[in-house]
């Protein structure tokens, strides 16, 4: 099971992985640890992540980036709008009134959805997660920020199954900071809890989260947020300063020119990074727009002084979050600061004013939501044990069911009105399950409401529920039961409707208690049976069958066990189907179609990548081939064999950048093939020069080797019969002539002529003669015969020197068992491995 952490940010995304020995941050193919949030369409494939980021400056109008901020949300948000404006791909209103994305691809233009697009942002992450990995990666944790609305969660969700993820949780950014912040915490108090404020500024939005910290547990007390203040204000700021700068100076409108305006974005972002580290910075751009060359300077201070109306708004949400919290500034124990944004200085001189306090920066800024979120996998993960450390999440809205009708738990059938009911009250746990008694005699709805938010982006309504039909027996309004679930992701639902009626049924009881606890205990199975109305209805007809069998046609027995006719009255459940529609969200059918398009958009970017590589497999074969004909391989090959090469290898290489530049895999596969059919014998020559020399030396050792054995008059070859030994000689020589033959065969050859032997030759051959040889030079000294035992009547008892020594060991003859063992298993020379032939 994968246990792996995703964070995807509105400019770059970070995979994390959990293994044994902690928490690691997986590199993506260019070996970095963020991988860029950009989807760049091309006339063949998709480039996503880094290879997206190094098309998007030839293919601005094609590359979508900031999907953070598109998914989930109408088209006529006012802060999508404002957005929209700086985006260089084309944005329109779709027919449900969010936002489509148009692209060219593959040579035609396509309409894709934000979720579509995060798709294949995830799609990407899983892939370096599984490079990583060597293994599938399946289940998850996406962090996502708090202010997500309902829609915006079920569109991540979407997304994740589009790029076939199943995440475990959605998990808060600032809850997953705040839980890689105290999990390694060894010093939390016990009882009083320590209270610690997390402010994330990111590329697009500003988080704050203030959580109290206990041994084993974090409770989230507040969330409080700016959508709209990240960092890229601070480069829009700088974007439109310098705009206006250059229409002035050099008389060049940027905002006429796509390509224009992406390299100032990225100029600007550049300078505002060195801003934060000194006290003034350049900027300077080659060949912005026609064919001129900018410069432009600026100091911190006057950076700051256009930036005041970003600045005044960092302390709103800080306000928010210790008014809902109920604490004060003294309460905050220490202050931590994430968030690629939080690195200007403007902005923590701001904090600290606030809090009084400095900052910290404990956490690393960019990776700890994904350390976060690969931590609360492994704790939902039977996979790893992870220390105790609870999780108390609290939601940051106020959801409400609405209905037409009394109230619940009202029979009064008066006037219908709109009411409605707060369910889930801002900061209720996760997950939660509620349950509603209504009042109905036919079908009814129910709508899920944001309650007391005056939040524009907030849509009026997030789903309805349409529950029935049902009928009910006894003619008068039915009495159902409604569960409402507030699940892990944040995703509010209805789960169930039951119908509940209540009926009298005979059951028999019997005089003794124990027949009584015993109809008790079978009365209450039958209330509790499953919930289908068919199968309740049998069993309690079955019950009352029963009970008239035993009262009428029983006789009573001498034991007095009487049974009698008792009434009781049993709640009967039955489930009543619910229909559920979301607002804004994507329909089963549609999220199943866009599944299959990514998986022929994932196949056609395979197809791809593969192609390319087999062309470059022929560009590299080419300029290696050529070069090496020259150097290398100058003496194994003739002249006209050169030269015909040669003119090959140029006819290709002028075919790949004209006619060949664009053709399919085959072709490029059999290009290459039909290129090292020529090469191949070449190459093989020039190897076989190399290897045929080491080939030889171990032939020639193996060769002594066991010949000087045979022949030796060392002692611990006497065993060996004198035959056997004459059988090595004989092979040995041999194998001497072969390769002495071999060997005058090969001097008289030139070296561009084919060999007379192949180095494998000699390695078969050195095989052969060392299985020969060695059963037959390693064959083990007899064992030594032990002596005759006279047979005794009784034994006589052991002597206590006897007693003494280990039992199984000899009494006779130590001296020849010493060293006649020994020489029997004592290997010979050639058998050693630092003298023994490779090949044996």
Request: net charge negative; charged share 30%.
């Amino acid at each position: 099971m994968s246990v792996v952490g995703f964070d995807f940010g509105n400019e770059s995304c970070i995979v994390a992985v959990a293994r044994q020995r902690g928490i690691d941050v997986v590199l993506n193919d260019e070996s970095k640890r963020e991988t860029p949030a950009i989807v760049c369409f091309g006339d063949k494939q998709r480039f996503i992540g880094t290879a997206g980021a190094a098309s998007v400056t030839m293919n601005p109008k094609n590359s979508v980036s900031q999907i953070k901020c598109l998914i989930g949300r109408p088209f006529n948000d006012p802060e999508l709008q404002r957005d929209i404006k700086t985006f260089p791909f084309l944005v329109t209103e779709g027919p449900d009134g969010f936002p489509l994305i148009h692209a060219r691809y593959l040579g035609e233009s396509r309409v894709f959805t934000p979720t579509q697009l995060l798709g294949m942002v995830l799609s990407d992450l899983k892939g370096i997660a599984e490079k990583n990995l060597n293994a599938g990666v399946v289940d998850c944790c996406i962090g996502i920020p708090a202010y997500f609305t309902d829609l915006q969660r079920r569109a991540v969700l979407d997304a994740a199954t589009i790029a076939g993820l199943h995440p475990l949780r959605l998990f808060h950014e600032t809850t997953a900071t705040a839980l890689g912040y105290g999990i390694y915490k060894t010093d939390l108090p016990e009882n009083d809890p320590l209270n610690v404020a997390f402010v994330d500024v990111g590329h697009a939005s500003m988080q704050v989260c203030i959580a109290a910290f206990k041994k084993g547990q974090l409770k989230v007390l507040a969330h409080a947020y700016d959508r709209s203040l990240g960092g890229r204000d601070f480069d829009e700021v700088l974007f439109k300063h310098f705009a206006v700068k250059f229409k002035e100076e050099y008389k060049i409108d940027v905002y006429q020119n796509a390509r224009a305006c992406l390299r100032l974005r990225t100029a600007c972002e550049k300078l505002k990074k060195m801003l934060s580290a000194n006290p003034e910075a350049p900027l300077n751009i080659e060949c912005l727009m026609d064919e001129k060359d900018v410069r432009g300077f600026i100091k911190r201070d006057e950076f700051e002084q256009i930036s005041v109306p970003i600045l005044e708004r960092v302390k709103g949400p800080l306000e928010r979050a210790l008014v809902e919290a109920g604490l004060g500034v003294e309460d905050i124990h220490s202050v931590e600061v994430v968030g690629s944004g939080s690195r200007v200085p403007a902005i923590i001189r701001i904090i600290t004013e606030f809090f009084g306090k400095e900052p910290r920066r404990t956490m690393n800024a960019s990776e700890c939501v994904a350390r976060g979120c690969a931590l609360e996998c492994a704790i939902l993960s039977p996979t790893f044990k992870v220390r105790e450390f609870q999780v108390n999440e609290g939601f940051p809205f106020s959801i409400a069911l609405s209905w037409k009708g009394s109230a619940p738990d009202s029979q009064n059938a008066a006037a219908e009105s709109q009411q409605s009911s707060v369910v889930f009250p801002k900061g209720n746990p996760l997950p939660s399950v509620k349950a509603l008694t209504f009042y109905r005699s036919s079908t009814f709805s129910v709508d899920v409401v944001y309650a007391g938010v005056t939040d524009p982006q907030l849509l009026s309504k997030i789903s309805t529920y349409t529950i029935g039909p049902f009928q009910s027996t006894k003619g008068e309004r039915a009495k159902l039961k409604v569960k409402v679930r507030l699940n892990l992701h944040g995703i509010v639902s209805v789960e169930s409707a039951t119908l509940l009626e209540e009926e009298e049924v005979e059951v028999p009881v019997t005089a003794e208690k124990p027949a009584k606890e015993a109809t008790k205990m079978e009365t209450d199975e039958i209330a509790n049976d499953p919930p289908n109305a068919s199968e309740s209805d049998v069993n309690m007809q079955d019950a009352k069958g029963t009970s008239d069998a035993a009262g009428n046609g029983v006789p009573e027995s001498e034991d007095k066990h009487v049974q009698v006719e008792a009434v009781k009255k049993k709640v009967k459940k039955i489930n009543v189907p619910v229909a559920e529609l979301v607002y804004g969200a994507m329909l089963p059918v549609d999220l199943q179609k866009a599944t299959e398009k990514e998986f022929e958009m994932a196949l056609q970017d395979r197809v791809m990548e593969e192609t390319k590589d087999r062309k470059n497999a022929v560009e590299a074969y080419v300029y290696d081939m050529r070069n090496k004909l020259h150097e290398k391989y100058h003496d194994f090959v003739t002249a006209s064999e050169k030269e015909e090469f040669s003119a090959k290898l140029q006819e290709v290489e002028d075919w790949l950048y004209e006619d060949g530049e664009d053709e399919t895999k085959g072709v490029y596969v059999a290009k290459l093939d039909e290129l090292k059919k020529q090469g191949d014998p070449i190459e093989e020559r020039y190897k076989e020069s190399l290897e045929r020399g080491p080939a030889i030396q171990q032939l020639s050792y193996c060769i002594d080797s066991y010949r000087d054995a045979a022949m030796s008059s060392d002692p611990k070859f006497d065993h060996i019969e004198v035959a056997d030994k004459q059988k090595v000689v004989n092979e040995c020589l041999d194998a001497h002539a072969w390769l002495k033959d071999k060997m005058q065969q090969q001097e008289a050859l030139p070296k561009y002529a084919n060999p007379a032997f192949l180095s494998a030759d000699l390695k078969r051959k050195a095989e052969t003669l060392d299985r020969f040889c060695r059963p037959i030079m390693t064959k083990p000294k007899p064992a030594p015969a032990k002596p005759p035992q006279m047979p005794t009547e009784t034994p006589p008892p052991p002597s206590p020197a006897t007693e003494q020594q280990p039992q199984g060991e000899p009494t006779t003859a130590p001296d020849a068992a010493d060293n006649s063992a020994p020489a029997a298993a004592e290997p010979m020379e050639t058998d050693r491995p630092d003298t023994a032939p490779e090949t044996a």
